[in-house]
């Protein structure tokens, strides 16, 4: 299947590790450009050098989401060197799974504000777009109770409200807005390799809930991500598409 992504220009946040360099790489192997961010300006840039074996645009630049100047100024960029902006990947979480307040202002100046003022900054590009599309990263986590059942999870599920809102208010205007919720994903250097070396109790009980018996990859979450960004998916508007090998049990209608 032709994605019909050669030529459009992306933004994707906390793009550098894991699923949101699954994401870029996947994206410029389609023939994006691509953008992306990480609060490391180095990391940024070389993995933009990376991306550009692709033989497409790229941009790294060092900002932190939770900075609301730092991550216009990054849209700002990209739209400058690509010409204009179609797609934005919101993907940066603060993994924020404690009960004290500070982390309570971590999840929601990180996960929430930092995918609005994505999105906000993206809007005037995306409104020129003819190919608009927001996807946001979510969890399994925003729709049912588990360990993350803090923050994290009640972020994760403002998130998955929060893009259907904006599918229902832009599709006017012919931006689509849709969701991908993850389930357990596990990669080197990430959370649940963290898990694996330093808690093997519950890393060993995250594992045993999964019918597949394994967690999944970075490049099987991209993959969803990158369908639902793309002209291939242009009448799915709202979705939170579930990606966990059947972790979770609730129906979805």
């Not at 777009?129 to 946001?136: E, H, K, L």
């Not at 018996?213 to 002209?231: C, D, H, K, W, Y």
């Amino acid at each position: 299947m032709d994605l019909g992504l050669k030529g459009l220009r992306a933004v994707v946040t906390g793009g550098t590790k894991g699923i949101g360099l699954a994401i870029a790489e996947t994206l410029a192997a389609e023939g994006c450009d691509v953008a992306v961010c990480s609060r490391h300006d180095g990391e940024a840039q070389a993995t933009a050098a990376r991306l550009a074996e692709a033989g497409v645009k790229t941009l790294g630049v060092g900002a932190d989401v939770s900075d609301g100047a730092a991550l216009a100024g990054f849209v700002e960029k990209a739209a400058s060197a690509f010409g204009g902006l179609d797609i934005v990947v919101a993907n940066v979480s603060a993994l924020a799974v404690g009960h004290e307040e500070e982390h309570w202002k971590k999840g929601f100046d990180t996960d929430l504000m930092g995918t609005v003022r994505l999105v906000n900054a993206a809007m005037p590009y995306l409104e020129q777009s003819a190919a608009g599309s927001i996807v946001t990263i979510s969890s399994v986590s925003g729709r049912e109770i588990d360990f993350a059942c803090g923050p994290y999870g009640v972020f994760k599920a403002a998130l998955i409200h929060y893009t259907q809102g904006l599918a229902y208010q832009l599709a006017p205007k012919k931006i689509r807005a849709n969701t991908v919720s993850p389930g357990n994903t596990y990669f080197d250097g990430g959370i649940w390799n963290q898990i694996k070396d330093g808690n093997p109790a519950l890393y060993a009980e995250a594992l045993a809930l999964n019918p597949t018996g394994r967690m999944a990859t970075a490049q099987e979450i991209a993959n969803a991500a990158v369908f639902l960004a793309s002209p291939a998916a242009s009448f799915i508007y709202g979705t939170n598409l579930v990606v966990d090998g059947a972790l979770t049990r609730g129906v979805q209608f």
